[in-house]
């Protein structure tokens, strides 16, 4: 069927990424908007920039380099996509989630989200970060669901169950580890929408309304195929921004980057603490 990824698209990718790197990686990580330097850690990596890769839908936005890092962290094996691509930028939803897929093929048990998100919480401030315990997929209760489409048995069932799409045991060692490093560290429920416009003042409250924290444009889809997949995923969101619910502030991609630079070291420590936790 058109516009769906195959099995044997996908593994046209592995064997691609195969041919370049010799790590074996447990455990992914996807990186936000702004939050590119966290793959600054990644010990001896193996780079490969994604425009290289067949099939692999090309990052166009600014703050989004497109590039794989294969290599260690925290003595655990690591991939790392610095970059991600959107529904927006006019990929299908099955590229879109696409490197979670290669991920899953190339031994990935663990899955690390990050994204950056507007505040609806008016307790949030730009610069916090938000551990992501659950989310709404407006987007894909919308008809957008990136599983439409063929099942591929060899990821998962027809209709996976999504009553824990964050890992709990993988939440309790994130608060753990922020209490340590005394990060503040906020919780809240994610929801994903198409973008590329912000929202309207009327968006974000009916968002407020139906129980939303924080909004933004990715994250939702990736874990809909991890957790189809069988992956324990961890979703932590940068705040870039107040969601503007009385409409008189202005939001816009570059503040989005900028909070970027204050929440990736915040970001790296968690990770890292994180990671040193996971066996
Ligand atoms: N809205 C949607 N997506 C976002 C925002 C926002 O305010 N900030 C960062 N990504």
């Not at 090309?58 to 959107?86: D, N, P």
Request: net charge negative; proline share 5%.
């Amino acid at each position: 069927m058109e516009g769906y990824m195959t099995l044997q698209d996908i593994d046209q990718v592995v064997e691609a990424i195969r041919g370049r790197t010799a790590h074996k990686p447990r455990i992914g990580l996807i990186l936000g908007s702004g939050l590119g330097a966290v793959a600054d850690m990644v010990e001896k990596p193996d780079i490969i920039p994604t425009a290289s890769l067949p099939l692999w839908p090309r990052s166009t936005v600014l703050g989004h380099q497109g590039r794989l890092l294969l290599g260690s962290l925290a003595g655990h094996e690591v991939m790392v996509l610095q970059g991600r691509t959107h529904y927006y930028e006019g990929y299908s939803m099955s590229q879109v989630t696409l490197p979670v897929r290669v991920m899953k093929r190339l031994g990935v048990e663990y899955l690390i989200v990050t994204n950056a998100a507007g505040a609806i919480d008016p307790s949030f401030s730009p610069g916090d970060l938000m551990l992501i315990t659950d989310h709404i997929g407006l987007i894909s209760m919308t008809g957008l669901n990136p599983l439409i489409g063929p099942n591929i048995d060899e990821f998962g069932v027809r209709f996976p169950d999504m009553s824990q799409a964050y890992d709990r045991q993988l939440m309790a060692v994130t608060r753990e580890v922020a209490a340590e490093k005394n990060i503040l560290l906020r919780e809240g429920v994610y929801t994903c929408l198409s973008g590329p416009s912000f929202e309207t003042p009327a968006d974000l409250r009916f968002l407020h309304g139906v129980g939303s924290s924080a909004v933004g444009m990715s994250t939702v889809p990736e874990v809909i195929v991890a957790r189809h997949a069988g992956m324990r995923v961890l979703g932590i969101s940068g705040i870039s921004n107040k969601a503007n619910l009385d409409g008189n502030t202005v939001t816009t991609h570059e503040e989005v980057l900028q909070a970027g630079d204050v929440i990736a070291p915040k970001m790296k420590a968690l990770i890292l603490g994180v990671l040193s936790k996971i066996n």
